[in-house]
């Protein structure tokens, strides 16, 4: 905006802290009665909260020790359709993040796709597969993630003990930090995961054994080195090696499934879980259901089996010697086993709702390399995660990269802070901005935008300091705060006559002189808005400057929310009518409805602004309530019946039902 005023900074007050709502596993699963019960008793160990999420996208077990696991999430974001470029990626010397979508057929049948280190590769959405194919590590891979994935139909018809060929779905040799997760395998040749020859830190979690002879061998060495966590895994369909666990130094096994196993009429060779030559393994609250031999040990191994629920099993059941203690190695969450039928068939194998996420400064060093990263052209979210700490530097998510979701990681959205210092005075209105968002499809929560320019300080022409601006549509911000003066937040579009949208809700606006403005279809809800005072006793500023388009009924929304002040009473509008450049076809839309206001804000509180009377503009209010909100001539307010038009739903549906809304 143009118009200058002067203005002066008052101490904000702190922030409230975001409550973070708990979810209880029983309505996670839908148990039923007997399951509630059962369920209600998920017990925390070491620390470890019972509410985390399933679906976390940072590896537990012993592949977050020694350095960690994080797979190519310092690199940048590719998508895949096709196994030429699958092998390319996996192969290069360069860290990625390799989204698979759909299914990719491979050939010759049965060959590798080589991984190299510093790689992820994870299905998009539940339809990432990898047909007739293994995904192979060499001698040496390291930091290597496997989520989200099928991989399957490698098997080679009247070949049930895989003697003629070695199509696994996934093979390791001497490998380091290795998470797979949130896997299906099935229908292979030979075995479905084979981790070989002194490979280390490896944790196996939440993947679905299917359809098989032998599933999931450990070993092919006389060492005794493997740290293996093996969690939440079912095991179904399957005959051996569930796992078999050969000469690992650590294995740790907890909730995982066994069912269904296949019935024949070996009597050896048909068992659970083996624990092997000097292998040390600890089995915890996992569920054998129909399983001949459930876990069983070498007379040179150790086996401590506690908590597990036998349910039409038979054969051997060994434990013997101390093995080891798990949570001297790390925390984790211990299921009982009575749930664990129901959370594993719930969670284990691809989720449409895992992907992909960077982290800052984990991964990248600032929030614009975490953007950069993201892929031109992006059609599946991307997730950003700020870690706690003040961030001063700008951000330009440009339109190329939609669908990114921008995420404070702190306990509130004070914790984590973009802020940056330019006036229009140095880069006109647009370049001020802190963060300037031109994609579709973006969503913010948990964070603080901020421009921190002290307009008192200096006598500037141009002191318009904007901490955020959108020309995207679908924009959603959630427990955001907005922290500026003049032109705190402009909410944009293209051009005129493009209509964008922005939701905002549970969130926090301040500012003096029009600072929440531009033309965008604008929802505010349930946040609270500060007018900042300037030290005037008559005008301290102006809430709003509308630019709508005159062909979009749709402005700024401004509901169910609070406005406060410590400026002198009558002495804020409410808004008064942008027309950039002079231009006609740009008449403001303002409603403020079911909403409290402070008795700063004027009696009048609609006004004129460059030769534009307030009085052509479209300004109203309806049922607001507070000091601030005493109707008179000057205040048009809706109609009941105009009112239920101008709900939060019609304000944001546009032409593709947009519900952001409805998520909550």
Request: aromatic letters at 8%; hydrophobic letters at 35%; charged letters at 20%.
């Amino acid at each position: 905006m143009t118009q200058h005023l002067h203005s002066k900074r008052l101490q904000r007050p702190g922030y409230g802290r975001v409550v973070a709502a708990v979810l209880g596993l029983v309505a996670a699963l839908g148990l039923g009665a007997a399951g509630e019960a059962r369920a209600a008793s998920v017990a925390s160990v070491s620390g470890a909260p019972a509410s985390a999420d399933r679906f976390d996208d940072r590896p537990h077990g012993f592949a977050s020790l020694a350095g960690g696991t994080t797979g190519g999430a310092s690199g940048k974001v590719v998508t895949v359709t096709d196994q030429a470029s699958l092998a390319a990626y996996a192969a290069a010397e360069e860290p990625y993040v390799i989204r698979v979508s759909g299914a990719i057929a491979v050939e010759p049948f049965g060959s590798d796709i080589v991984v190299g280190s510093d790689k992820t590769i994870i299905g998009v959405g539940d339809t990432g597969e990898i047909v007739h194919g293994e995904l192979h590590l060499n001698p040496g891979t390291h930091n290597v993630i496997i989520r989200n994935m099928t991989i399957r139909d490698s098997y080679v018809e009247g070949d049930w003990d895989g003697k003629t060929t070695d199509f696994d779905a996934i093979q390791m040799d001497t490998a380091d930090h290795v998470w797979i997760d949130h896997n299906t395998f099935e229908h292979m040749g030979d075995g479905l995961l084979d981790i070989r020859k002194d490979s280390q830190y490896i944790t196996v979690s939440y993947n679905r054994f299917r359809n098989h002879n032998k599933a999931f061998g450990i070993g092919w060495t006389t060492n005794v080195l493997t740290q293996i966590t093996i969690d939440h895994n079912w095991f179904t369909g399957t005959k051996q090696r569930n796992p078999s666990a050969d000469n690992c130094a650590y294995a740790h096994l907890y909730n995982n499934y066994l069912s269904a196993q296949v019935v024949d009429e070996d009597p050896v060779w048909t068992y659970g879980n083996w624990s092997r030559g000097r292998t040390k393994m600890v089995i915890e609250n996992s569920y054998y259901d129909g399983v001949r031999h459930p876990y069983q040990a070498d007379a040179t191994a150790e086996l401590v089996q506690r908590g597990s629920v036998l349910k039409n099993t038979s054969g051997r059941t060994d434990a013997w010697g101390t093995a080891f203690d798990p949570r001297s190695f790390y925390d984790y969450r211990l299921d009982p086993a009575a749930a664990v039928p129901a959370l594993v068939s719930r969670f284990s194998g691809p989720q449409k709702r895992i992907g992909v996420t960077l982290h800052v400064p984990g991964d990248h060093p600032t929030v614009q390399a975490a953007v950069d990263a993201v892929p031109d052209g992006n059609t599946v979210p991307v997730t950003i995660a700020v870690a706690p700490g003040t961030y001063r530097a700008k951000v330009y998510i440009p339109a190329t990269k939609p669908n990114i979701v921008l995420q404070g990681t702190g306990h509130d959205r004070s914790d984590t802070v973009i802020v940056f210092d330019t006036p229009a005075e140095y880069g006109g209105s647009t370049g001020s901005a802190t963060v300037r968002i031109a994609a579709n499809d973006v969503t913010a929560r948990h964070l603080t935008f901020s421009n921190d320019f002290d307009e008192a300080a200096v006598e500037l022409k141009g002191e318009q300091a904007l901490a955020m601006k959108t020309t995207g549509d679908r924009i959603v911000f959630e427990d955001t705060a907005f922290l500026g003066n003049q032109d705190t937040l402009m909410t944009d579009s293209p051009k005129l006559d493009v209509i964008s949208r922005v939701y905002i809700r549970d969130s926090y606006l301040e500012g003096d002189v029009d600072f929440l403005y531009g033309r965008a279809s604008t929802v505010v809800e349930r946040s609270v808005i500060r007018l900042l005072s300037r030290g005037s006793a008559t005008n301290n500023g102006y809430m709003t400057a509308a630019s709508t388009w005159t062909g979009n009924p749709h402005g700024f929304l401004i509901t169910r929310s609070k406005v406060v002040s410590d400026a002198p009473d009558q002495s804020f509008h409410l808004g008064r009518p942008w027309h950039p450049g002079g231009e006609p076809a740009a008449v403001a839309q303002v409603l403020i409805r079911d909403t409290e206001l402070p008795a700063a804000v004027k009696s009048a509180p609609w006004t004129d602004m460059s030769g534009f009377s307030w009085k052509d503009a479209r300004f109203a209010e309806y049922r607001n309530s507070g000091p601030g909100a005493v109707p008179t001539a000057d205040r048009p307010q809706l109609s009941d019946a105009d009112a239920r038009s101008y709900t939060v739903a019609n304000h944001l549906k546009g032409t593709d039902g947009w519900a952001p809304y409805a998520r909550h």
